[in-house]
């Protein structure tokens, strides 16, 4: 069964969530603060700080 994170973006609680189906779109609730809305963490890959706002694919710079 997978299990994924979420992050609340109200308290910032990290919980995480049975997922019967990969495809099924689930509706995490922070267990502290009711939050509903929250951001799914991904684990296993490197934490990395990304910027927010907006979204727009960031061109390397070329080297020669
Ligand atoms: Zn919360």
Not at 3 to 13: A, H, L
Not at 21 to 35: K, N
Not at 41 to 63: E, K
Request: aromatic fraction near 10%; hydrophobic fraction near 30%.
């Amino acid at each position: 069964m997978p299990i994924y994170e979420f992050k609340c973006r109200s308290c910032g609680k990290v919980f995480d969530l049975y997922v019967r189906s990969l495809f099924s779109r689930v509706e995490p609730v922070c267990p502290v603060c009711g939050g509903r809305t929250a951001d799914k963490v991904v684990s296993n890959l490197g934490f990395g700080a990304r910027s927010g706002a907006g979204g727009g694919q960031q061109c390397a710079p070329t080297g020669g």
